[in-house]
């Protein structure tokens, strides 16, 4: 046998996280992932993804780029001036304490990087990819004024505890009403001792939290958060079939510099007040995509029978080559595998029959809408 | 029978004229939860080390090759609904397909079971 799908082979010799001799400890199997050892499975992909679906997962989620962004006044609004000449984002409506997806674009439109954007008393928090954050870092410095610092926290490390019942695990253990976060909200809270930043957010499409804490004390906090009964460590390999399920997009796969948020069907992430004012990098390029609707977009699509189309795969309309593949793979919830796919416009209606070319066999595949598997965030005002 | 070893972890179980094909257990712990295997075609004559078989875990699609020549005879039919079965019995009732041997002259280049075991500790 020979894997046809190897990861990318890292040239540098991977570095260690806070984690590591915890993974290892715990039966994590650990691989090179964006410049890091991080756990691709422990006890199997399958089951892990769907305790996370049915309780609670603990992912270590260290090796991306935790920043802080302060200075340029006391009263932030150089600094909010500042940061949205660069992001699409409405700081305006930012209150502390709340979090906002966000995209760092180039001056063409093509995505640098998603990121989480969290308005902290002192400053911005910013939360971007691993294997982005050093050209994220070198981006932010060269577009932002001087007045503003960016601080890179390398010393904290950053756990996502995910699934139905991370709430009543998590409250457990931690000083605060944490449960009375609501989605995209965070706040300061004490868990074993030490001082966290907790986020109800996460890239499941569970409900869950995101924790930032000092990397020395983060395997006493994973240590106490496995203890208890809802709560497995779970590795990448699942992240990666979860994200996929809920529809989120990966970095790197599903969006890159060569593509716009309007294609990539992100446009979410600009916000409306800057939609109509413009004024961001790559707004001249898509502004007139957002009013005129982009050539291709970025859709999901879902498979029959059992057998998986992966990332790079041709998508055909009849005879017509219409889209490529950038992720796919087989859904532990719904049993059959699903894919997000470019596809032209004229195929991008939920219930259009494409094919998708796997070694030279065509599978037949409808677009569906995304998620895929219907979101379970905590929102405002939702019932309990 | 006798049982016979690739490096690139398949089993063939040789009787006769006869070879019954897998993958190891090693390459199924390896591979982690298979979700489809894709088989050949009853009839379909493949040589030494050509693709025969393509198993897709959640994670990757690997491809399975021939550990010597010959005609594929049968298909393990049970693996289209229970794929799950090379990861619960890789070297039993997970077996892939059986062949027709084109020339038992070709095992002597596959390893026994010692020599597998071996590999495998180097690995």
């Given at each position: 046998m020979s894997e046809s799908d190897t990861p990318e082979i890292e040239d540098a010799e991977p570095l260690t996280l806070p984690l590591d001799g915890w993974h290892r400890a715990r039966g994590g199997r650990m691989v090179p992932f964006a410049g890091y050892w991080m756990p691709v499975q422990?006890?199997?992909?399958?089951?892990?993804?769907?305790?996370?679906?049915?309780?609670?997962?603990?992912?270590?989620?260290?090796?991306m780029g935790q920043l802080f962004l302060s200075g340029a006044g006391e009263d932030f609004q150089e600094l909010d001036a500042a940061v949205e000449a660069v992001l699409p984002i409405d700081?305006?409506?930012?209150?502390?304490?709340?979090?906002?997806?966000?995209?760092?674009?180039?001056?063409?439109?093509?995505?640098?990087?998603?990121?989480?954007?969290?308005?902290?008393?002192?400053?911005?928090?910013?939360?971007?990819?691993?294997?982005?954050?050093?050209?994220?870092?070198?981006?932010?410095?060269?577009?932002?004024?001087?007045?503003?610092?960016?601080?890179?926290?390398?010393?904290?490390?950053l756990l996502a505890l995910q699934g139905p019942e991370a709430v009543a695990a998590l409250a457990r253990v931690t000083e605060g009403e944490v449960a009375a976060l609501t989605f995209m909200k965070g706040g300061a809270f004490r868990i074993a001792g030490v001082d966290a930043w907790i986020s109800r957010?996460?890239?499941?499409?569970?409900?869950?939290?995101?924790?930032?804490?000092?990397?020395?004390?983060?395997?006493?906090?994973?240590?106490?958060?496995?203890?208890?009964?809802?709560?497995?460590?779970?590795?990448?390999?699942?992240?990666?079939?979860?994200?996929?399920?809920?529809g989120l997009p990966l970095y790197g796969h599903d969006m890159?510099?060569?593509?716009?948020?309007?294609?990539?069907?992100?446009?979410?992430?600009?916000?409306?007040?800057?939609?109509?004012?413009?004024?961001?990098?790559?707004?001249?390029?898509i502004l007139?995509?957002?009013?005129?609707g982009a050539p291709r977009k970025r859709v999901g699509l879902a498979l029959e029978g059992?057998?998986?189309?992966?990332?790079?795969?041709?998508?055909?309309?009849?005879?017509?080559?219409?889209?490529?593949?950038?992720?796919g793979g087989f859904s532990p919830t719904l049993g059959h595998p699903i894919a997000m796919a470019y596809v032209a416009a004229d195929c991008a209606a939920n219930g259009t029959g494409l094919s998708i070319d796997v070694r030279g066999k065509r599978l037949p595949a409808q677009v569906v809408p995304m998620p895929f598997v219907p979101h379970r965030y905590h929102r405002t005002g939702a019932v309990k | 029978m006798s049982r016979y070893f690739t490096k690139d972890h398949e089993w063939i179980d040789v009787s006769g004229e006869t070879g019954t094909v897998g993958i190891t257990d090693y390459a199924q712990s390896q591979l982690g939860d298979i979700t489809f295997v894709e088989l050949p075609e009853s009839g379909a004559s493949f040589g030494a080390g050509d693709t025969a078989s393509v198993v897709d875990s959640v994670k990757a699609a690997s491809d399975i090759y021939m550990p010597v020549g010959g005609t594929v005879t049968a298909i393990n039919e049970a693996l289209a609904d229970a794929p799950e079965l090379v990861n619960a019995a890789a070297e039993g009732d997970g077996w892939l397909f059986k062949v027709t041997l084109a020339d038992a002259a070709e095992l002597a280049a596959l390893m026994d079971e010692t020599a597998y075991k071996a590999y495998v500790a180097e690995l």
């Open positions: 422990y006890e199997g992909i399958i089951a892990e993804h769907t305790w996370t679906r049915e309780r609670a997962g603990l992912f270590d989620v260290s090796h700081l305006a409506t930012l209150k502390p304490g709340s979090v906002r997806y966000s995209l760092l674009l180039n001056d063409e439109g093509g995505i640098l990087d998603d990121l989480m954007v969290t308005r902290w008393d002192s400053g911005l928090y910013l939360v971007v990819n691993g294997a982005t954050k050093w050209d994220d870092i070198g981006h932010l410095r060269e577009v932002l004024p001087d007045e503003v610092s960016l601080n890179h926290m390398e010393e904290p490390a957010s996460g890239y499941t499409g569970e409900d869950g939290f995101e924790i930032s804490l000092p990397g020395e004390s983060a395997a006493a906090v994973a240590d106490l958060l496995c203890a208890q009964p809802e709560v497995k460590p779970i590795g990448l390999g699942a992240r990666d079939s979860l994200r996929l399920e809920a890159d510099e060569a593509v716009d948020p309007v294609s990539a069907d992100l446009a979410f992430g600009i916000n409306r007040r800057r939609k109509a004012e413009g004024g961001f990098p790559g707004a001249d390029r007139p995509l957002l009013r005129d059992r057998q998986a189309a992966r990332e790079g795969s041709l998508v055909y309309d009849g005879d017509r080559e219409v889209g490529v593949l950038t992720s | -």
